[in-house]
């Protein structure tokens, strides 16, 4: 999960296992969120988005989850693979009208074959 | 959909040199395109916001004169950095979007200031 410090904080994983990454968002405003996965030397990708009003959304293999009390966000990546290998962000929009989003540090998968 | 191309991927130069990069929006138009700064290890810094036709809105601590951002189409924005020397070196990282589509990213600009 996110932490404050240097390092990127990372996350290791056997190939088939289950992951799943934390993000602790900052504002209680923020009525948007995203998940981006980057790999190295690319751009963020577009992996999956939850508005406010809800508590879960699923695409393929993936789910986030959504806990405004205690303002938290999870991405849970099932059966990993090692391409899912990456850095993964989590982005909060919050409410302003220029679609603006504001990152957390990221965190680094490894997925061992 | 939601691609976003960014051009070039990698520019090596000299110091002094001036060195713009393209970003483009290629199957939405982008009301909105954003720039952003990485550096290893960490995570995007916003450097600067640009609305079609408008001026660009920048970030505290960016300098606007060192940084030129125009978006003159809703499928082009431009990024130069003038006058770049090696303290400019970094992974430049445009993303564009609209009202039906959330920020997507291009591939990043690896400028290496010599």
């Known amino acids: 999960g996110e932490s404050v410090g240097l390092h990127l904080p990372t996350l290791s994983v056997q190939e088939g296992d289950n992951s799943i990454i934390n993000c602790a968002y900052s504002n209680s405003a923020s009525d948007y969120f995203i998940w981006y996965k980057q790999e190295s030397g690319k751009g963020p990708q577009f992996i999956i988005d939850?508005?406010?009003?809800?508590d879960k959304r699923q695409g393929q293999r993936v789910t986030v989850l959504l806990n405004k009390t205690v303002k938290h966000l999870s991405l849970q990546i099932a059966a990993t693979q090692p391409g899912d290998s990456a850095v993964y962000f989590c982005a909060e929009n919050s409410g302003g009208s220029n679609y603006k989003l504001t990152f957390g540090k990221g965190t680094l998968l490894t997925v061992n074959p | 959909g939601a691609v976003v191309s960014q051009h070039p991927s990698r520019v090596i130069c000299k110091s002094g040199t001036s060195v713009k990069i393209e970003c483009r929006s290629l199957?939405?138009?982008?009301?909105?395109m954003f720039w952003y700064r990485q550096f290893p290890k960490k995570s995007l810094m916003l450097m600067a916001t640009?609305?079609?036709?408008?001026?660009?809105?920048?970030e505290q601590g960016v300098e606007k004169d060192k940084f030129l951002i125009n978006h003159a189409s809703l499928t082009l924005s431009t990024l130069t950095v003038t006058s770049a020397h090696p303290e400019d070196s970094s992974f430049y990282i445009c993303?564009?979007?609209?009202?039906?589509?959330?920020?997507?990213f291009g591939d990043g600009t690896r400028l290496s200031i010599l």
């Open positions: 640009s609305n079609e036709g408008s001026k660009a809105t920048y």
């Open positions: 939850i508005r406010s009003n809800m």
């Open positions: 993303s564009a979007a609209n009202s039906n589509q959330p920020q997507h």
């Open positions: 199957d939405f138009q982008a009301t909105t």
